[in-house]
């Protein structure tokens, strides 16, 4: 199984930071179709995953564009330009590009 | 709007069997593949298994397998995880997924 790795586990920020997480995949994304099925996801206490970014870098529909996804191949990178109090939870990068899907460990954000 | 809602949560002894359904409206439901991932309390997402857009390919993680199987009925939108042989490792709270969309999740405690 593809196995992601997120750095860091933790992160403390105050509001208006940017922060970047790394996910850092054991094989490379690239799906033979050309897509890479590498998605963002970040999860508020006691709520369910919402999906931020899909496609490494597509915002979903009503993200704030203070979020974007880079990266390629085992790289990938979700930036929060100038975080904000709601932006706090744990955030998760998940693949489909193989099978089975797998995910992130997660990186939790904290206010510093 | 893309909606996804899990029931049939609660709590069974180890050794019992349970069903969970989650109906999905909003979208073309047959023409996604779906997932059953679980998250323990205080931990992170684990895939468990998915199921093709006709039902007729079913993938699950070794955590699950043979003990959880996963069926669809879209003439009524909906996904199901019946779940048996339980163990005390299987409290979690389940969640319905595209792997975009997510529902909100259904608890499942197993304690004798």
């Not at chain 1, 996910?23 to 897509?35: D, I, M, P, Y």
């Not at chain 2, 955590?63 to 019946?82: E, G, H, M, P, V």
Request: net charge neutral.
């Amino acid at each position: 199984d593809v196995v992601l790795t997120q750095t860091p586990p933790t992160l403390s920020a105050t509001i208006g930071q940017s922060v970047s997480i790394s996910c850092r995949s054991s094989q490379s994304l690239l799906h033979s179709n050309g897509n890479t099925y590498l998605n963002w996801l970040l999860q508020r206490p006691g709520q369910p995953p919402q999906l931020l970014i899909y496609l490494v870098s597509r915002l979903e529909s009503g993200v704030p564009n203070r979020f974007s996804g880079s990266g390629s191949g085992t790289d990938f990178t979700l930036k929060i330009s100038g975080v904000e109090a709601e932006d706090l939870g744990v955030y998760y990068c998940v693949q489909s590009t193989h099978a089975p899907p797998t995910f992130g460990g997660g990186t939790k954000l904290e206010l510093k | 709007e893309v909606k996804l809602v899990e029931s049939g949560g609660g709590l069974l002894k180890p050794g019992g069997s349970l069903k969970l359904s989650c109906v999905a409206s909003g979208f073309t439901f047959s023409n996604y593949w779906m997932h059953w991932v679980r998250q323990a309390p205080g931990k992170g997402l684990e895939w468990i298994g998915e199921i093709e857009y006709d039902g007729t390919e079913t993938n699950y993680a070794p955590s699950i397998k043979d003990r959880f199987t996963i069926s669809r009925d879209n003439a009524k939108n909906t996904l199901y995880l019946q779940m048996s042989s339980v163990r005390s490792e299987d409290t979690a709270t389940y969640f319905c997924t595209t792997l975009e969309a997510w529902g909100q999740g259904a608890s499942v405690t197993v304690s004798s």
